[in-house]
């Protein structure tokens, strides 16, 4: 189960944190907030993360 861990102001943004947070090796989806028919690069995106990794995705985070 997923579960969203944070929301960025970008596609770029989320790139970033995806990057990072896949080398911790925790798998992650990027959802655009409008959905992906009428995604744009330059609106918010939410960082979904596996229920079980929570705990290290917010260690990686705490210590960024």
């Known amino acids: 189960m997923w579960i969203k861990f944070?929301?960025?102001?970008?596609?770029?943004?989320?790139?970033i944190w995806k990057e990072l947070l896949n080398d911790a090796a925790i798998a992650v989806q990027v959802v655009p907030e409008s959905g992906w028919?009428?995604?744009?690069?330059?609106?918010?995106h939410d960082i979904?993360?596996?229920?079980?990794?929570?705990?290290?995705?917010?260690?990686?985070?705490?210590k960024s």
Do not use: Q
């Open 6 to 15: 944070m929301e960025t102001k970008n596609a770029y943004g989320a790139d």
């Open 48 to 62: 979904y993360v596996p229920w079980g990794k929570v705990h290290v995705a917010e260690e990686i985070l705490r």
């Open 37 to 44: 028919a009428d995604a744009s690069d330059f609106e918010k």
